[in-house]
């Protein structure tokens, strides 16, 4: 969960959100590099002397300051698909969710266990105990294994919705009459704290998402004393 002043992203709870991680401080490197070199360039411009009235074109340059920025966008172009096809992949998931979103709530049904569901609200402000996260909390969390391959299959019943998880880099739209598709796999017990960020409407900053990792021998107690 994000804290006070902390502008850059979470801590990964999962390995595709290390690889996001690892994606973003690569492309950011490659950003800075390029900013200074042209910021120094563009700098020294203003102590050039140097004026020749006859120079009109210049075919090597032109050729080298066109082909090398395209083999740089290469280096960013490629570990992006890479990630790209690895976020839609999906490894035999143990458990399938399906999360709907609502105006202005999100409502789960674990369909493999006798289908279990229910909603999940925001607990108002007023309503929040000394320890609860203000806009952030709710009512019924999802409880998920942790170190197991979860499958995620988002929809909305009104109008789209986003189930986005920063901790796990997921982050679906839910549309209505679509049913999509992610999955995740969490490599830590705790709690993990997400909103809705596809704006829905006038209480699109009221519908957070809580996700319960716990280990599996715990889930199973919880999965078989909500079938009772
Ligand atoms: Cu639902 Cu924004």
């Known amino acids: 969960m994000s804290t006070w002043a902390n502008l850059g992203l979470q801590d990964s709870a999962s390995p595709l959100m290390e690889q996001l991680i690892f994606f973003h401080d690569h492309a950011m490197l490659i950003l800075v590099m390029i900013t200074v070199l042209v910021g120094y360039l563009m700098f020294m411009l203003f102590f050039n002397n140097y004026v020749n009235r006859f120079l009109l074109h210049g075919q090597l340059i032109e050729m080298i300051w066109t082909i090398l920025p395209a083999i740089i966008l290469l280096f960013i172009a490629l570990p992006s698909l890479r990630l790209l096809y690895l976020l839609d992949e999906i490894n035999e998931p143990s458990v399938t969710l399906k999360s709907i979103g609502h105006q202005w709530y999100w409502s789960y049904e674990y369909s493999d266990f006798n289908n279990i569901e229910f909603d999940s609200y925001m607990i108002p402000t007023n309503e929040l105990s000394t320890d609860g996260f203000r806009l952030l909390d709710v009512d019924n969390r999802i409880v998920l294994p942790m170190n197991s391959q979860n499958r995620i299959l988002v ?35 705790g709690l993990f704290y997400g909103q809705c960020s596809e704006i829905c409407g006038a209480n699109h900053s009221f519908m957070p998402i809580v996700i319960e990792s716990v280990p599996v021998n715990y889930f199973i107690k919880w999965i078989s004393s909500n079938n009772s």
């Open 155 to 189: 929809a909305a019943a009104d109008v789209i919705h986003s189930w986005t998880i920063p901790a796990l880099g997921v982050k679906v739209d839910g549309t209505p009459g679509r049913l999509n598709q992610t999955n995740f796999f969490i490599n830590r017990p």
